[in-house]
């Protein structure tokens, strides 16, 4: 299918800007531009409230005033080296207020100066903090649920294998789950897409600048982990996106995950780049997702 129009628009728009390609920035200058380009938000919520989770700086986003609500923690994308809870705002709102219940954003620390495993390490205390501290969230304990895209996508992954506290879901946007980037897809879409081949690898490279975890690292790369893994971890979507390069690992891990009797559903948004997800401004099809995502979460949620 061709680029959908408005995707291919907004990709002109931004090859105009003349930015140069990601893998020849520094991370700060990478990071800088991101921040940059990020619009305020306009959604409105009953509450927004920054929260130290135990060191680790997070967002609540709280729709209503209910003192029961299911949360879902949010990790933001930007290939664990650029983003946080601010160029992620937009997409949290609307998740809250579409979901009706709250969403937890995480700021995880960043690579190459924090490389593997220190941004999964912050995203399992934040979990582990929200658990212990639901009352206080105005939360339910026992319905909570881990997300994000790209990066973010492969942290809730891996938290999600891992299991810290009990979960009821985990939403997976484009996510990474093969460092590797041995894929078809990293072939069909290697450039001109917004995310590139050697983009990817720019940022893995720099997630894995330390000492510790390889590619095939199951809490490096999620699809790497094994059946009995897999088979104990919660129900998922998973949503992909036709010219990415992630595309073939993230419908690859939705396969396993049904493969390991997982319930598990996955749409593949066909027209669409990475990153739709948080262009609903411009993007009909962003906006479609975000509703897609949280309404599956919402729903088990409420199980």
């Not at 390490?121 to 929200?130: F, G, K, P, S, T």
């Not at 942290?155 to 093969?178: C, E």
């Not at 897999?230 to 419908?251: F, K, M, N």
């Amino acid at each position: 299918m061709a680029l959908h129009p408005q995707t291919a628009a907004l990709l002109l728009a931004m090859e105009q800007l003349n930015s140069p390609p990601i893998e020849t920035q520094e991370p700060t200058v990478a990071r800088a531009g991101m921040e940059i380009t990020t619009a305020p938000s306009a959604v409105q919520l009953h509450e927004i409230r920054d929260v130290d989770a135990d060191g680790v700086l997070t967002r609540l986003y709280r729709p209503n005033d209910r003192k029961d609500l299911g949360l879902l923690v949010y990790y933001h994308g930007g290939g664990w080296v650029c983003g946080s809870i601010n160029t992620h705002d937009d997409v949290c709102r609307k998740l809250a207020q579409s979901m009706g219940h709250a969403v937890l954003s995480v700021d995880y620390r960043l690579a190459p100066e924090f490389a593997f495993p220190e941004p999964l390490n912050d995203c399992i205390v934040a979990l582990r903090w929200a658990h212990a501290h639901a009352s206080e969230l105005g939360i339910d304990a026992s319905r909570i649920a881990v997300g994000g895209d790209s990066a973010g996508g492969n942290l809730a992954a891996a938290v999600a294998n891992l299991q810290p506290v009990p979960l009821k879901f985990q939403m997976l946007i484009y996510p990474v789950t093969d460092a590797t980037r041995s894929s078809q897809s990293y072939q069909d879409n290697a450039t001109g897409y917004r995310l590139t081949a050697n983009g990817m690898k720019w940022f893995c490279d720099h997630y894995l600048s330390g000492s510790i975890g390889s590619p095939t690292d199951p809490r490096v790369s999620p699809l790497f982990a094994d059946a009995v893994t897999l088979a104990s971890a919660p129900p998922a979507i998973v949503i992909t996106a036709e010219y990415d390069p992630l595309r073939d690992e993230g419908e690859q891990y939705a396969h396993r995950l049904l493969e390991a009797g997982v319930p598990c559903s996955l749409t593949r948004y066909y027209g669409q780049i990475h990153g739709f997800f948080s262009m609903s401004h411009f993007v009909d099809d962003g906006a479609a997702a975000i509703t897609q995502a949280a309404t599956a979460t919402r729903i088990a949620l409420e199980r």
